[in-house]
């Protein structure tokens, strides 16, 4: 295995996500002499707050995989689904998963060998999610059910309206809602079976709010990033979306985000730059990282080329612009902040015609964020993020004509999809497609 | 409209080498055709509605020119393949689309599909994954949002007395369907994987009358075939989604087998249950299409064991391994299908545990590929003989 010098990090907080990660990982590993309970749990499902209220311990698969892919040691997880007939096109944050528990379980029970940061804990059960975002939600507790017959699995729906331009979300947006919270409440009747616990609702109640100051405070921390220099761009992105991602409802990720956000205004007031010299702001359009390559977002500062926002784990809005209607109830509240936090974008995308929201969420931050360029990336084991791309490019280029957009390709966990040098090559042509665009317009 | 001439297999025939040929006389006729994607298109209510509904094929002998311009090649090769047909002007005739949430390539594709080809009426059915009861409620409202939505098209009202007409007509079509599935019983079958194929594409691009018809005639044509005898080849079964070609019955025959059974997604996973007659004919639609539809894009949470949990999911497929006698099972998985892909091991163990060996395949949805899988198909073929 080849250990691949660390990414350098331009803000000290990012530097810190490291420790979350070990923290959330060796909580899976201690959970039992601690007498709770741990659940393989999958990000943006609305389960935060419920596994927080009630002691249960999230082991985070996507997390674990993109752990594996940093350290360039995910192959023999890949290899091993891989001979089990889970083809190499499937999710691979999944078949990772699914390698690495194969192995567990054929070594009756103890971590694989070498397996990063002593690897996850065996879970208690499997809380997944049918829903819009990805299909591996659903699937992926239901294969891994294959190797761990005696672990419980809840799927719960998760549904959001899909876009269509003729319809105001409005009209449907309630009976949404109410399925949402049918399903989270279902969620909490499972949680209590397995753990032999009650849920404690005030608990819960102040979980959800706490998420929900995690969120404003997330996104103003952000958006200190319009800052020219930006004092963070995507690259430390990437890292700092751990405590919002998967320690939401907790303590820690609002401290994280409290100390991040001083740590920008600092910077900001020092003129303190991700880049040396910073020529281009880019917005990273859509798709998850290579997390095995993320030295390339280095490569792009290294050209004087900085991205002050992107769409990829910003997994947050303010929670005024979302205009959530008043509920007692939690499970609600939560379930119109998931249903909110994607068609709140409805309205400005039907006012253009042609348009889409997720299209307008990138001009937002082209223009918020003075960007020149977009950029997109491509894993060919997911088409959740990944399919819709190139309309996403071909309307961009419709409404701002030549904006450079480049569209990487590789895998988020799988390195034999990606090629360095290739990689390179293809953004150094990119920074010369920018600097003719800037100069067109200057 | 076209004449049964008593000749049910060669207007099969005709209809699926001139995919979608009857539906472009009834639009020249003044009708309007709604294509769709999908086993969870519930066309009960496009027929209610009195449109004519086609469910698109792609075209895996010709080579996709046209789509990759739009949508990724990491996209279901099916649903890359029915839009480069779409592209290419092979359905140039259709009023408006209905794309069911099957997958993450069709939800995540909506906006391409719409965006480009820009048709009069386009509907995303956000059919749910889950089959307990309130997603049943949640898909009535779906249900109800379609229905409002072709009334608009069509400013007719789709009332409860035309769809419970409607789910009549196509549970008949239903039960002749696995009339003619019988007849595959015998060895070797009455009627040969390749010509089901066609009459399975066939009668999917007809309205339900003509499309129950035509498989009467089939029915009519093939049991006066002469008991056949048995030559020793292989009883196999297919199992995957939108096989549509009659391309891989023809290599699985054509290496000296019998495709005797399947269950896949334009075939036997369409006909296994008819539509419960319900006091609100669309109760009746969305239990049918969330619980009795067998596709892995449903998550099926029944039994309280893994076992008990496997036997919900696949239980079907033992009870057609020993009803068909099938000796193998044709896994064919297309390329980039999460939902399917996932299932590979556990089906395949199940699939063996009820005695039958197993091919599995990963499919582009291309001819082209089709030599390779015809080794493959072989090498399977001698190992279990």
């Known amino acids: ?442 | 409209m076209t004449q049964l001439n008593g000749n049910g297999l060669a207007l099969a025939d005709a209809y699926y080498s001139a995919y979608g040929s009857r539906a472009r006389e009834l639009k020249a006729e003044g009708r309007k055709v709604i294509g769709y994607l999908s086993a969870l298109a519930p066309v009960e209510i496009m027929t209610a509605a009195g449109l004519v509904p086609l469910r698109l094929k792609g075209y895996p002998e010709e080579p996709i020119t046209r789509a990759d311009v739009h949508m990724e090649t990491i996209v279901c090769p099916f649903v890359r393949n029915v839009f480069d047909a779409v592209l290419k002007g092979k359905y140039d005739f259709l009023d408006g689309m209905v794309l069911p949430h099957q997958c993450d390539s069709m939800d995540r594709t909506n906006d391409v599909w719409s965006y480009t080809l820009k048709l009069p009426y386009w509907h995303f059915l956000n059919v749910p994954h889950l089959s307990d009861g309130p997603s049943v409620e949640f898909m009535l409202s779906i249900l109800r949002l379609f229905v409002g939505s072709l009334e608009k098209l069509t400013g007719n009202r789709v009332g409860n007395e035309l769809i419970a007409l409607a789910v009549k007509a196509h549970n008949e079509n239903r039960r002749l369907m696995r009339r003619l599935y019988d007849l595959r019983k015998t060895n070797p079958p009455l009627i040969s994987g390749e010509e089901m194929t066609k009459v399975q594409v066939g009668a999917m691009s007809l309205p339900v009358l003509e499309s129950s018809s035509l498989i009467e005639a089939v029915i009519h044509e093939v049991v006066q075939r002469k008991p056949p005898h048995g030559n020793g080849g292989k009883r196999i079964m297919i199992v995957g989604d939108q096989v549509d070609t009659a391309a891989i019955a023809h290599t699985i025959e054509g290496a000296g087998a019998w495709l005797v059974m399947d269950d896949i997604s334009i075939g036997a996973k369409l006909c296994r249950s008819e539509i419960d007659t319900t006091p609100d004919p669309l109760q009746g639609l969305a239990e049918h299409y969330l619980r009795h539809v067998n596709l892995p894009t449903t998550y099926v949470a029944a039994g309280k064991t893994y076992g008990e949990n496997t036997d919900a999911r696949f239980g079907h497929l033992k009870q057609d391994i020993h009803d068909f006698k099938v000796d193998g099972v044709v896994l064919l998985i297309n390329k980039y299908c999460d939902p399917y892909g996932f299932e590979v091991p556990a089906i395949k163990a199940y699939i063996e545990s009820a005695g039958a060996s197993v091919l599995y395949l990963e499919y582009e949805y291309a001819n082209s590929t089709l030599p390779r899988l015809e080794t493959r198909i072989g090498a399977f073929l001698e190992m279990i003989s």
Not at chain 1, 90 to 106: K, M, P, Q, S, V
Not at chain 1, 246 to 272: P, S
């Open chain 1, 1 to 442: 295995m080849e250990e691949k010098k660390p990414r350098a990090l331009a803000t000290q907080s990012a530097a810190k996500i490291p420790k979350f990660v070990r923290s959330n990982l060796s909580a899976t590993l201690k959970a039992r002499e601690e007498g709770k309970k741990v659940a393989y749990a999958f990000i943006m499902d609305g389960h935060d707050e419920i596994m927080r209220a009630m002691d249960i311990v999230p082991a985070w698969g996507e997390s674990f995989s993109g752990l594996c892919a940093a350290k360039r040691d995910a192959e023999q997880y890949l290899q091993k689904a891989e001979s089990e007939n889970f083809s190499r096109s499937l999710c691979t944050y999944a078949t990772c998963n699914l390698g690495f528990d194969i192995l567990r379980e054929e070594m009756g029970g103890e971590t694989p060998p070498g397996a990063p940061w002593g690897g996850m804990g065996r879970p208690d059960m499997i809380i997944g999610s049918a829903q819009q975002l990805c299909d591996p939600r659903f699937k992926w507790p239901q294969a891994t059910r294959h190797y761990l017959p005696d672990v419980p699995v809840f799927v719960g729906g998760m549904y959001y309206p899909p876009w269509d331009p003729q319809t105001d979300r409005r009209e449907v947006e309630k009976f949404y809602v109410k399925y949402i919270t049918e399903e989270l409440r279902e969620c909490v009747r499972f949680c209590e079976k397995v753990t032999g616990k009650k849920m404690d609702w005030d608990r819960l109640e102040a979980a959800v709010d706490l998420a929900d100051r995690t969120w404003d405070l997330f996104d103003e921390t952000y958006a200190l990033r319009k800052a020219r220099p930006t004092p963070m761009d995507t690259g430390d992105a990437m890292n700092t979306m751990v405590p919002i991602t998967f320690n939401l409802g907790t303590q820690e990720a609002y401290d994280f985000y409290k100390e991040l956000n001083a740590e920008l205004r600092e910077k900001v007031e020092k003129k303190e730059g991700v880049a040396e010299e910073e020529k281009y702001r880019l917005v990273w359009g859509a798709g998850l990282p290579s997390w095995f390559a993320l030295g390339d977002f280095q490569y792009f500062n290294g050209k004087g080329a900085v991205f002050p926002a992107e769409t990829t784990y910003h997994v947050a809005q303010p929670i005024d612009r979302l205009d959530l209607p008043n509920t007692s109830d939690p499970l609600e509240h939560i379930a119109w902040r998931l249903i909110r936090y994607y068609t709140h974008w409805y309205d400005k995308a039907r006012q253009k015609p042609g348009s889409a929201p997720l299209v307008e969420r990138i001009m937002e931050y082209v223009d918020d964020y003075k960007c020149d360029g977009v950029v997109f990336h491509s894993a060919f084991s997911c088409r959740s993020w990944h399919a819709g791309i190139i309309l996403q490019a071909e309307v961009l280029r419709k409404v701002y004509g030549h904006i450079p957009i480049l569209i990487m390709e590789g895998d988020i966990v799988d390195i034999s999809s990606y090629n360095e040098a290739d990689t390179h090559n293809r953004i150094d042509a990119f920074i010369e497609t920018l600097e003719a665009y800037k100069n067109s317009r200057n």
